[in-house]
């Protein structure tokens, strides 16, 4: 499935993270903990510089723990701070704070040094649509100052929101890239999300999903819905969960559409279990 999708605002996001990245001097990067690699806009890396750079591996209570760590191990290897976390856990968020101000304090000790000065600490938070960045700048700054949504392209403007009277966050729109060469990062994005539902075609996103599933999970599937007989393409599973849902059309036939619709959604919110659909080894 071919997804090429970089509509005009997105263009303008581009912009304004080119002309943002020189008011920083850090940069949070949000990517989500299900599929780390294809959440990961390669445009982004071309921004950053020699700014500091965290990662923070979103909806982590979503993502498969064991691989969780395989990725966490990778990034310490490159050199790059990143944490699992999610961002509606408080824990998760004082852990988050404190490295988060750990790191905004060396630089502005290192800024001291060479001006003498104060400097307020500034922090870009980028990603994907639907990450999560403005839930995770309100839970940063323990109060609603970004808009959130459910849906990808509430931010559209750039936000400045104080933290701490030295340290300050820049919410950004999320931002995919202009062409999804790989068709299964489009595939991907699509399951969690970060791609609008009106142009995709649904029953081919759950098709391979169920077939990813299959492959890498079959014990989520079967109990979340009581299947009986994985050894069968994508389409005909869609068809089988439909029936036993009882989403029928006229004539007891399988409403694949609508189920398609439950089956991403119900992944999305997490409710078929803990999973991780890539690995750096296989994936980068």
Known sequence: MNINWYPGHMAKAKQMMQESIKLVDMVIELLDARVPASSSNPDF?????????????????????????????????????????????????????????????TKQQEIKARKGINKTIRAMVVGIPNVGKSTFINSIAGTAKAKTGDKPGVTKARQWVRITPYFELLDTPGMLWPRLENALTGLHLAYVGSIKEEIIDIEEVATHFLEEMTSLYPQHLIERYKLEDLQQDGYKLLEAI???????????????????????NEYQAGMLGATTLELPDTYL
Request: charged residues 35%; glycine residues 4%.
């Open 45 to 105: 890396h071309r921004l950053y510089g020699s700014k500091v750079r965290f990662v923070v591996l979103n909806k982590s209570d979503y993502a498969d723990c064991t691989k969780t760590k395989i990725w966490l191990d990778y990034y310490e290897k490159q050199n790059i701070k990143a944490i699992a976390a999610n961002a509606l856990d408080n824990r998760d968020i004082k852990r988050i704070r404190d490295l988060i101000f750990d790191l905004a304090k």
């Open 242 to 264: 439909a029936a036993k849902r009882g989403m029928l059309k006229p004539g007891m036939v399988p409403d694949t559409e609508r189920c398609a619709k439950v089956i991403i």
